[in-house]
């Protein structure tokens, strides 16, 4: 089951282990969570992912209205179909409420990405990494942190599979096809570099005055430092627009990428900044310099072991700490997180078979 953007990414290279195994009585549902062209079928015809069987077609709405919508659409899939076993990503609405309608049919539940706690239950993702694993049976890590915050939970044992990373193996394979020089030149970037930004976490940008002021940061540091080109996700853009903020010109700002598009960009940048869960992972593996805009990440690993740096919610020290930054030049050698290597996709899938024959 897949419902917004990043669950594509963590999703398709298990299908592929699980194709490869020859697994192949496989039903790809989405919820419909995401629909914009560019966030749902444009971002899986360009991941190169299977389409999906069915859509419910939920759309947009309050936590409840969309996290019910998806119940009961998962639920009728799953009373119709009776799989095995359900397979989900993260930690968005869709993941947690189809967890849900699984656990109440009596339908196991795989959670890819198990485990990631940020402690602040202010975050409606940090509700639904919770409630996700506590009904999964299989429980997919991607780092020793995330197996030991399930142990101290008290979830551990047979349940838990240590797998690394599948949103690695997606952005490995997509960075080594996409012709990144032809991208770079369509967005006239020069030898100078660029930052990579993207923002999209209720907290900032439902926030008028956090808003206003991370953009005021950006356009400083375009103005300043060096060009900086932010795709807009839609709920940034709708705020900035009921805001009637107004970026000063030297802010690129762009419809969300494609998928390959927005890899090279990221690979290529002198420096990204972010409040992405994802994007800060995928950074950390490309061995790009990453500034977090928030007070805290659940992908800490990425600050121990990766380029992730976080900087708070302070539009000044976001500032200072780019020109730091860029003044420091590359993260000097190999970045290596554990089992980021590209193939966790079939780790998961013989996980998954082991488990569940
Ligand atoms: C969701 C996830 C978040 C994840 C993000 C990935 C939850 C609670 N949040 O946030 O964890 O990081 O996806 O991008 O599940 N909208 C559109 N078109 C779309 C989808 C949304 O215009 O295709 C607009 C609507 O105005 C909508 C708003 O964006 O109300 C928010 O969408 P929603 O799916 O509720 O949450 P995201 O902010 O996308
Ligand atoms: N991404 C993309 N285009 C964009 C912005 C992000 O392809 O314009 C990709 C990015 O490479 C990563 C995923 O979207 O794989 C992250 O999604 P998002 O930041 O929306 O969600 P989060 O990871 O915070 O849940």
Request: proline content about 6%; overall charge negative.
């Amino acid at each position: 089951m897949v419902g917004a953007r990043p669950n594509y990414v963590k999703t398709a290279p298990v299908l592929d282990g699980l194709a490869e195994l020859g697994i192949e009585r496989v039903r790809v549902l989405h919820t419909g969570q995401h629909y914009d062209e560019t966030l749902s079928a444009e971002f899986i015809k360009r991941l190169g992912m299977r389409e999906p069987d069915l859509n419910l077609g939920v759309g947009s709405g309050s936590h409840a209205t969309q996290a019910g919508a998806v119940m009961v659409g998962v639920e009728r899939e799953l009373e119709r179909r009776r799989p095995d076993v359900v397979l989900l990503a993260g930690d968005v609405n869709s993941t947690m409420a189809a967890a849900l309608a699984a656990a109440k049919c009596r339908v196991p539940v795989v959670h890819i990405e198990s485990g990631l706690r940020s402690y602040d239950f202010s975050m409606p993702e940090e509700v639904n990494r919770v409630v996700t694993d506590r009904v999964a049976e299989l429980l997919l890590c991607h780092c020793d942190e995330a197996v030991e915050n399930l142990a101290a939970e008290g979830i551990g044992g047979g349940a838990v599979s240590m797998v690394g990373n599948t949103m690695i193996d997606s952005l490995l394979r997509v960075r080594d096809s996409v012709d990144a020089e032809a991208v770079l030149r369509s967005h006239a970037f020069d030898a100078e570099g660029y930052c990579l930004a993207t923002l999209h976490r209720p907290a900032l940008v439902d926030d008028p005055g956090a808003l206003q002021g991370v953009i005021g940061a950006l356009g400083e540091i375009s103005a300043d430092l060096l060009p900086v080109l932010l795709p807009l996700h839609p709920r940034t853009r709708a705020r900035m627009d009921a805001a009637g903020l107004a970026p000063t010109a030297s802010l690129r700002l762009t419809e969300p990428l494609t998928y390959p598009d927005f890899v090279a960009l990221e690979s290529s940048a002198r420096i990204v900044i972010t409040d992405s869960g994802g994007v800060q992972e995928e950074t950390s593996a490309l061995g790009v310099r990453c500034l977090t805009y928030r007070p805290s990440t659940e992908r800490p690993i990425t600050v121990s072991l990766g380029t992730n740096r976080l900087v708070g919610r302070d539009p000044e020290a976001l500032v200072a700490a780019a020109a730091e930054e860029l003044e420091a030049g590359p993260p000097g050698g190999e970045v290596r997180i554990p089992l980021w290597d590209g193939v966790a996709g079939p780790r998961a899938a013989a996980a998954i078979a082991a488990r569940f024959g």
